[in-house]
């Protein structure tokens, strides 16, 4: 059994990546593929957060929510990713994995509500912990959710499954030449606007120097991969002194 390089991992997985190639909605498959990876890291060994999206059923800035105030529309978006939280934990126990959902709206028939020191026991006890309803609050996006409660739950690292293996210095979808980084500081990923996440959950982990994977999840075993240390997507680092300096300047 390969060791892990990580005890505690929070996993960011968008609303978009469960709905596969469908246009909107949960792809059965896709979400029994993703359950076993995540099961499968739980079973090395590993205390696995998870924080999912809702964007496959309903976001506050899609083209659905045209017309609705803001907040409200945020708010039907958070329900959404209870939705899928619920979905996947369901998934993951069918693989003999006990899970967690906790949501950031009170919901009790659903989910307990979240409570950090109650998370973190959860995951001492061997349980997968999926977060739902965002942060609880409009305007504040699902990446803001993963990379605040990485830090309130003391992960080492923050694992961004994607659709795209890693970070490229330009659309790789548009441009055959794209280079794909293997390592790159914060501080590189701001001047060359490489869109990691927002810029108000990429400013949280920087300051907090939460690291962060960005890893395509649909390649089988990724997951393990990334928590045992192996060489997969784009790690962003926290910023030397000298990237520092040169960025004060």
């Known amino acids: 059994m390969p060791k892990p390089a990580y005890k505690r991992v929070l996993l960011k997985i968008s609303g978009e990546a469960l709905m596969g190639n469908q246009g909107y909605g949960i792809d059965t498959e896709v979400l029994k593929l993703v359950a076993s990876e995540i099961a499968d890291t739980a079973q090395l060994g590993v205390e696995v957060a998870v924080v999912v999206g809702g964007g496959n059923i309903f976001r506050g800035v899609s083209e659905s929510a045209r017309g609705m105030d803001r907040a409200s529309a945020d708010y039907v978006g958070m329900l959404a990713t209870v939705m899928n939280a619920v979905s996947l934990q369901e998934a993951i126990e069918k693989r003999g994995v006990v899970t967690r959902v906790q949501s950031a709206i009170p919901m009790s028939q659903l989910a307990e509500p979240y409570i950090r020191r109650r998370a973190i026991r959860h995951l001492e006890k061997g349980r997968v912990v999926i977060f739902g309803a965002g942060t609880g609050n409009p305007f504040f996006t699902t990446d803001t959710a ?19 293996d890693g970070v490229y210095d330009r659309d790789p979808r548009k ?7 293997q390592q790159v500081t914060f501080t590189d990923a701001l001047r060359q606007d490489l869109g990691v996440m927002d810029a108000t959950a ?48």
Do not use: P
């Open 146 to 164: 993963a990379a605040l409660r990485a830090m309130e739950i003391g992960a080492e690292i923050l694992l961004k499954a994607t659709r795209v």
């Open 175 to 181: 441009h055959a030449d794209a280079k794909r980084y």
């Open 202 to 249: 990429f400013a949280l982990c920087r300051d907090n120097e939460m690291g962060i994977v960005v890893f395509d999840m649909n390649t089988r075993g990724n997951i393990q991969r990334v928590v045992c240390g192996e060489n997969v997507g784009t790690t962003i680092v926290k910023d030397t002194l000298e990237t520092r300096f040169a960025g004060s300047q």
